[in-house]
């Protein structure tokens, strides 16, 4: 860990973010059809999550997201687990990913992202893909902060705030952030040109350009042709360095719960310009090595 993350975003090859950590669990053979996702292996399998994560460490990735997405107070409460204890499970996602790059032994630093997902993944009823949830910009921090604090206060090197709808959303997140000693990126899910709630990029992004716990911008869990215009708009509208993870390209079918089409996602979208580089949702080790070679890091 010794060299700052902030500082690596800046300068040198691209950093090789990992991808998605549920579709690791599931190819691991754990059920995820649950409201909680991954998030509910904190609780009954921390071991399946640390060996995920070191699959993408092993793999190629620098940086491995934690499996706190889907983790809030709320969502735990519904299982009956208490605030206490709920704190220790969010906490322990930042332990087990610090776990994994301990056992990667790695000669290159590798760093810990704790996961915020948007006040919809709590719901778990795709509202995360629309936003506008009926909340006011204050009721959304006050939804946020709690457990911001709790994962910053497990020392990540970094908060990702991803996967956010909309823009009530983000100015909800940057101020929840504020004062907490973590810096954080901040990262939009897309449709084309807009955010999933319909916002114009531009507007969205400009929201980050003067926040000072703000190391990065960018997109994902969008489609992989939506990364090139959202790069260049992030880069230009905030000076920023950008972090940009789609998804495999197949499209989800609420239907029959399953996954259509066959994957787009190239390796070559790396070189948009983004200086913190992986995938998303059905992205695997195997796209995440091919991610690192093509931007020269294996």
Same mark, same amino acid.
């Given at each position: 860990?010794?060299?700052?993350?902030?500082?690596?975003?800046?300068?040198?090859?691209?950093?090789?973010?990992?991808?998605?950590?549920?579709?690791?669990?599931a190819?691991?053979?754990?059920?995820?059809? /649950?409201?909680?996702?991954?998030? %509910? !292996? &904190? $609780?009954?399998?921390? +071991?399946?999550?640390? =060996? @995920?994560?070191?699959?993408?460490?092993?793999?190629?990735a620098?940086?491995?997201?934690?499996?706190?997405?889907?983790?809030?107070?709320?969502?735990?409460?519904?299982?009956?687990? /208490?605030?206490?204890?709920?704190a %220790? !499970? &969010? $906490?322990?996602?930042? +332990?087990?990913?610090? =776990? @994994?790059?301990?056992?990667?032994?790695?000669?290159?630093?590798?760093?810990?992202?704790?996961?915020?997902?948007?006040?919809?993944?709590?719901?778990?009823?795709?509202?995360?893909?629309?936003?506008?949830?009926?909340?006011?910009?204050?009721?959304?921090?006050?939804?946020?902060?709690?457990?911001?604090?709790?994962?910053?206060?497990?020392?990540?090197?970094?908060?990702?705030?991803?996967?956010?709808?909309?823009?009530?959303?983000?100015?909800?997140?940057?101020?929840?952030?504020?004062?907490?000693?973590?810096?954080?990126?901040?990262?939009?899910?897309?449709?084309g040109?807009?955010?999933?709630?319909?916002?114009?990029?531009?507007?969205?992004?400009?929201?980050?350009?003067?926040?000072?716990?703000?190391?990065?911008?960018?997109?994902?869990?969008?489609?992989?042709?939506?990364?090139?215009?959202?790069?260049?708009?992030?880069?230009?509208?905030?000076?920023?360095?950008?972090?940009?993870?789609?998804?495999?390209g197949?499209?989800?079918?609420?239907?029959?719960?399953?996954?259509?089409?066959?994957?787009?996602?190239?390796?070559?979208?790396?070189?948009?310009?983004?200086?913190?580089?992986?995938?998303?949702?059905?992205?695997g080790?195997?796209?995440?090595?091919?991610?690192a070679?093509?931007?020269?890091?294996?």
């Amino acid at each position: 860990m010794s060299t700052d993350l902030a500082t690596a975003l800046t300068g040198g090859p691209p950093l090789v973010l990992d991808g998605g950590l549920s579709n690791q669990l599931a190819s691991a053979g754990y059920d995820l059809s /649950d409201e909680l996702w991954s998030a %509910r !292996l &904190l $609780a009954e399998a921390p +071991e399946a999550i640390t =060996e @995920a994560h070191l699959a993408y460490y092993t793999a190629g990735a620098d940086v491995a997201i934690t499996a706190s997405y889907q983790a809030t107070f709320e969502g735990f409460a519904r299982r009956g687990i /208490d605030r206490a204890a709920a704190a %220790r !499970l &969010l $906490a322990s996602s930042v +332990e087990l990913a610090r =776990e @994994a790059a301990r056992r990667a032994g790695a000669a290159r630093p590798l760093w810990v992202a704790a996961s915020a997902g948007p006040y919809g993944a709590m719901l778990a009823d795709g509202s995360e893909y629309r936003g506008r949830y009926g909340l006011t910009r204050a009721e959304l921090e006050r939804f946020h902060r709690p457990r911001l604090e709790v994962l910053a206060a497990a020392a990540p090197d970094v908060l990702a705030l991803e996967t956010v709808p909309d823009t009530d959303e983000a100015e909800a997140l940057l101020c929840a952030v504020r004062g907490l000693g973590v810096l954080a990126w901040l990262s939009y899910s897309v449709d084309g040109d807009r955010t999933r709630a319909g916002q114009p990029l531009e507007q969205a992004f400009a929201l980050a350009a003067d926040a000072e716990e703000i190391i990065a911008v960018g997109v994902n869990c969008c489609a992989p042709e939506d990364v090139p215009h959202a790069v260049e708009t992030a880069a230009r509208v905030t000076g920023k360095p950008v972090v940009a993870y789609p998804n495999s390209g197949e499209t989800w079918n609420p239907r029959t719960r399953a996954w259509d089409d066959s994957p787009t996602l190239s390796p070559d979208f790396a070189a948009t310009g983004a200086r913190l580089v992986g995938g998303c949702c059905r992205v695997g080790p195997e796209t995440i090595t091919a991610i690192a070679r093509a931007l020269g890091r294996v």
